[in-house]
């Protein structure tokens, strides 16, 4: 499947497609000649059609993308760190035109057992349905569409509870327009973004001492390639140090890491949240969105920013939006 990846650096935005294709087929063969054979006697006892006992039906292959913890399952509405990007095209792709930034304004609720509703700016309240999952990579996918049938996307949700980063409070993904529109100057629209959604801690909550490492990852482009986070909270001066790596996917599957980039922020007083500016090796600087989540402050998502380097990119910067999450260790 294929994902845009943002590309804005010096009023350029570059839109890369990826796609892929399977297929299969088979083939049978036998000699040339035929043998003539003289028919048996018939079995005794005449073999039953009907396998006994009855085979068990092998299990669906899709799964609820919010299958897991209760406490994911069913939390009402969740606190989102949210992003999307639109803008609109000439027929052949060449000129773009309209580039729209939003950093807030994505919802993400409970609906009904084994279903939940997403909003994007510029979309409907749209339900979720089942979801398949991607084998090694630790997204499940689906397409969502909206009650009207107007719009609909591609969306990847990190399945709740997987190994590579087992989350009970917390979850992210990407998504992008996978259905043509047309605006009203017959260009077509282009629309992409992430977001992390969670249970927030209560500023009330979060724990008064002790000092605990976070773990986990964000990812850049919705290829599901991590890209590491690691913060260490000293809950006692309220105080969060850590590190960020993001990481591209290269066309031809290469991992390309950016940074480590370090940050040190404070939690201000009576707030579970927090925000601070990343000083990037090309001089740029980038901003993380720190949210904690779960009932004392057991994980935590969060939404970096910035124009980094990219030299697979004609050796420029590319501006990136990650949302990602990490657990307490």
């Not at 010096?10 to 003289?38: D, K, N, P, R, W």
């Not at 092998?58 to 009402?76: E, K, M, N």
């Not at 989102?80 to 919802?107: A, K, P």
């Not at 490492?213 to 850590?242: H, K, N």
Request: a neutral charge; hydrophobic letters at 35%; charged letters at 10%.
């Amino acid at each position: 499947m294929k994902f845009t990846r943002g590309l804005l650096s010096s009023g350029l935005f570059a839109l890369a497609l990826i796609q892929s294709s399977c297929g299969g087929g088979g083939s049978s063969g036998g000699t040339g000649g035929s043998v003539a054979v003289s028919p048996g006697p018939a079995p005794s006892p005449s073999p039953s059609p009907t396998p006994s006992p009855s085979p068990t039906p092998s299990p669906s292959a899709s799964a609820t993308p919010l299958s897991g913890p209760v406490a994911i399952q069913q939390v009402g509405e969740f606190s989102v760190l949210g992003y999307e990007i639109s803008y609109d095209t000439s027929f052949n792709g060449n000129d773009r035109n309209n580039v729209i930034e939003s950093f807030d304004g994505t919802r993400f609720r409970y609906l009904q057992s084994g279903i939940h509703e997403l909003l994007l700016p510029m979309f409907e309240w749209s339900p979720l349905g089942p979801a398949f999952n991607s084998g090694s990579v630790p997204f499940s996918k689906q397409t969502v569409v909206e009650p009207s049938g107007s719009k609909s996307i591609a969306l990847s949700l990190l399945i709740p509870g997987i190994s590579a980063l087992p989350l009970s409070f917390t979850g992210f993904g990407n998504w992008y327009l996978n259905k043509r529109v047309l605006t009203a100057s017959g260009r077509d629209l282009q629309i992409q973004g992430n977001f992390a959604y969670g249970i927030a801690t209560s500023p009330a909550q979060l724990p008064q001492m002790g000092t605990r490492t976070f773990r986990g990852f964000g990812d850049l482009e919705g290829y599901g390639t991590p890209s590491p986070f690691e913060a260490t909270v000293d809950f006692a001066v309220r105080q969060i140090a850590g590190k960020i790596t993001p990481t591209f996917t290269e066309f031809g599957g290469g991992v390309v890491p950016t940074g480590p980039y370090s940050f040190s922020v404070a939690i201000p007083a009576g707030a579970s949240s927090t925000v601070t500016d990343i000083p990037l090796s090309n001089g740029k600087t980038g901003k993380l969105e720190i949210q904690f989540t779960g009932p004392t402050g057991e994980e935590l998502m969060f939404r970096f920013r910035g124009t980094v380097p990219c030299l697979f990119f004609n050796g420029g910067d590319c501006a990136v939006v990650m949302s990602g999450a990490a657990r307490m260790q």
